[in-house]
């Protein structure tokens, strides 16, 4: 009994390992998307394209023109002279932001009254419009108070101590300069392993059945569970391996804070990994070709991802997708990861996310092999 | 085969049926210690169905059927290690090497490890293959791997082999070898149900039948089926055989033609009698053929007759 699941071991590791290709399709892709993702996925924004039309050439514009140009954030490309450049500019897409001011701009500071300032985004990427409008309003801010404060010195000296105002300090905990890549690292983990484990436990299996082996060993006395543990087991222990490789990756190259324990983190992969090989298994039961795996492991691994809270925050969500986020075992995984990694929690704090690994992963487990057995007859 | 010995291979009324065909029909039959009992038929006529029924990887409708005493329907794994199997293409890991294929099989049936390698040289060596087991399997020819399949199919000493077309699309050389591979195993009293679409390797078989529509249509040693032949059979030599083939179907009376290498074999009621009428034909569409006599019939011959025909030939 334990001789044939032990030869299906030696058999899955010399067929995974021997050749140079295979071994470098198991370790070389995690480790060079995990850095691709590291440098790519990322939301902050800095040197957007800017055009800016000044039709006040006054001192203050001029002020307010240098304020952006010294900005990290914006990178003045062009100044203009005319209105109609700007839909020019922002068709071609050479500029994502346009700033306008208007005559009269410093005339009416002076006196005292309310001074404009238009922003024209490009919109088609909203996510930078919002975040790049964002930044706008805080230079804008900074420019107005730090006016008003020059005038008051310069005309009422005696008042400025009188003007109350307050001043925000933000403290961010866990991502101090709320690094974007501090967020996302840890999900590449989770999503890459999600992509591996189940498209490697898939094809394994559907290979076997494309191939002819899966009818011939099922002619000779060995279980199908001996079967299903000796095709899953080497994938989980390269799942794990992979695990490792990225996260040291994502620790050690991108400088992700470590902050949490091992043993948490090999916890919570585990219970990921079954979940994972659930999943591929019950693929490779739907799928009688590779090709058919593959689509069926497309189906499967988008919404997956997508509704993890990979990229997107599931509380923005509507709420009968929130309830079916519950069903996505990344879901969890990536609190696990991020608690880890950024939060330094235990086994205290995450064993929710745990218990629902724990659960997911038998249900998938227990159905896949239930189809498994149906599937063979 | 005498009476006295049990049969090592059952097989009574088994049925199976896929939506809206009868795959299966009915087929009982016997298969002795030492007998290579051949299958022969048209594809589609239900050979590899009933075999993998036999094998227990498909359950029948009907019927039942016993390899070495246990039953294959009921209880599918207590025969497990009396029985081997091997579908017209063996699962080979094409990415292991020809020893380590031999290994996986034979620990997934237990074999003792220097059992296993003493079964191995014996059976490579009669397979011409000694010099190839440190070879990847997806290396080997068409002919080789089907050989290896059959040492894999056989290192754990079977009792009943069922073969499911084992040498198409092999060279003639490993069909050589692949007979005589199961010419010793007949020696060690092992029961070999194969079947074939090679109606020559019929002729090599102690038993054939005929499986047409899902029905075993005769079954007999091959000599007593073709001496309870009642037609005869006329051997005509031609350069242009397919044009006399066609020639040949106005003449009436003919049951049923058959190519061979050199003419055509004509199936027909009381031959002799009827030679001047089909030289006369021939003549008048100006045909060529050099000789025409009568010869005994062979299992093609019959077999052909009996599928064309469309009638059962009797015994079964």
Redesign the interface.
Known sequence: ML??L??MLI?EF??AL??KRTRAILFGPPIIQMLVFGYAANFEIHHVATAILDLDHSQESRELVSRFSSSPYFDVRRQLTDRNQIVDLIDRGEAVIALQIQPGFAENLRKGQTASLQAILDGTNSNTALIASGYVTQIAQSFAQDYQRDRMQRTAPQFVKLVPSVELYQRPWYNTDLKSRWFFVPGVIGSLTLVLVTTLTAFAVVR?RE????????????RPWEFILGKTLPFFLIGLVDVGLIATVGTFWFQVPFRGSLLVLLTGTVLFLLCMLGVGLLISTVSSTQQQAMVTAFFFIMPAITFSGFGFPISTMPQWLQWLTYLDPLRYFLVVLRGVYLKGVGFAILAPQMLAMAVLGIVLLSLSVFRFHKAL? | MTAAVQPALTIRGLTKSFPGIRAVDGVSCDVYPGEIFGLVGPDGAGKTTTLRMLAGVMPPDQGSATVAGSDVVHDPEAAKHDLSYMPQRFGLYEDLTVDENIRFYGDLFGVRANERRARSAQLLEAAGMSEFRKRLAGKLSGGMKQKLGLVCALIHHPKVILLDEPTTGVDPVSRRDFWRILYNLIAEGVAILTSTAYLDEAERCHRVALMHEGKLLFLDTPAKLKSGFAKGVLAILSSDARRMKEELKRVEGISSLVLTGDGVHVVIEDPVRRIPQIKAQLVSAQVPFSEMRQVVPTIEDLFVDAVTSGRSGGQG
Do not use: F, W
Not at chain 1, 211 to 222: F, H, K, N, W
């Open positions: 001789a044939r032990k030869q058999k010399i067929q021997r050749d076997e191939i002819g082996t899966l009818e011939q060993i099922m002619v000779t006395p060995i007859d």
